[in-house]
């Protein structure tokens, strides 16, 4: 069973930085980290969960809701069956649980029915 943890998740200022980290474990034999693309989800207060961020299986493709777009970087290290999400110039608007996904393979997707696994989420709030 293909297991998520996302960490880093906190309070900050608006205008802070928070870099969110997601390890993923238990992948059957045979099947490698980088085998998957990888994505961040959000849901808000009050809404419904939304795409924020994707990357495909080596990281050499991202894709980016536009509300975010020159403040948030999604990079993966294969090495540390690892996926990060690098947030800048936070707006009070950010404020929601963060999850991370596994695809069902190594392209990525902003559909939530394109991933199988999910963290259980880590809360990000942005005080304005």
């Known amino acids: 069973q293909v297991q998520l943890v996302e960490s880093g998740g906190g309070l900050v200022q608006a205008g802070g930085s928070l870099r969110l980290s997601c390890a993923a474990s238990?992948?059957?034999?045979?099947?490698?980290?980088?085998?998957?693309?990888m994505a961040w989800f959000r849901q808000g207060p009050g809404k419904e969960r939304e795409f924020v961020a994707s990357i495909n299986w080596s990281g050499s493709n991202t894709y980016y809701v536009d509300s975010v777009k020159g403040r948030f970087t999604i990079s993966r290290d294969n090495a540390k069956n690892t996926v990060y999400l690098q947030m800048n110039s936070l707006k009070h608007e950010d404020t929601a649980v963060y999850y991370c996904?596994?695809?069902?393979?190594?392209?990525?997707?902003?559909?939530?029915?394109?991933?199988?696994?999910w963290g259980p989420g880590t809360q990000v709030t942005v005080s304005s």
């Open positions: 238990g992948l059957t034999s045979g099947r490698t980290f980088s085998m998957y693309a």
């Open positions: 996904a596994v695809a069902r393979g190594p392209i990525d997707s902003s559909l939530q029915i394109d991933y199988t696994y």
